[in-house]
């Protein structure tokens, strides 16, 4: 059975990556920008597995379990490995687990 869910949130990445309590990670929108590196790095995780989906329509569908923690482990990667593009993080074998049978559109080879 799966379930739909929310996309993961600032302080899930936030534990995952370890940062602790600091302010210069948090989402909170006191930095004058509104957003902080973090919380552009989950909206671009997002972005990337919505796109990976293919077809994403932003008021009819939305995350499951594997979806968000695809979401939470490409912002990961991206945290981790910053000099690696996207491509190659999709690589990585735990989010193409996550990500198996989720494609709706296949690029071309």
Same mark, same amino acid.
């Given at each position: 059975?799966?379930?739909? @869910?929310?996309?993961?949130?600032? /302080?899930? &990445?936030? $534990?995952?990556? /370890?940062?602790?309590?600091?302010?210069?990670?948090?989402?909170?929108?006191?930095?004058?920008?509104?957003?902080?590196?973090?919380?552009?790095? =989950? %909206?671009? %995780?997002?972005?990337? @597995?919505?796109?990976? #989906?293919? /077809?994403?329509?932003?008021?009819? /569908?939305?995350?499951?379990?594997? =979806?968000? $923690?695809?979401? &939470?482990?490409?912002? @990961?990667?991206?945290? $981790?490995?910053?000099? &690696?593009?996207? %491509?190659?993080?999709?690589?990585?074998?735990?989010?193409?687990? =996550?990500? #198996?049978?989720?494609?709706?559109?296949?690029? =071309?080879?």
């Amino acid at each position: 059975m799966t379930l739909l @869910v929310d996309w993961p949130e600032l /302080d899930e &990445l936030k $534990q995952m990556l /370890d940062t602790g309590p600091t302010e210069d990670w948090d989402g909170a929108e006191t930095s004058g920008t509104g957003t902080t590196r973090l919380s552009r790095l =989950l %909206a671009a %995780a997002i972005a990337i @597995v919505k796109d990976d #989906v293919g /077809d994403w329509d932003e008021d009819a /569908d939305w995350p499951d379990e594997n =979806l968000a $923690q695809a979401a &939470l482990q490409m912002a @990961v990667l991206m945290a $981790q490995k910053p000099g &690696l593009n996207a %491509a190659q993080l999709r690589k990585d074998p735990t989010y193409a687990t =996550l990500m #198996v049978g989720k494609h709706r559109t296949f690029g =071309l080879s």
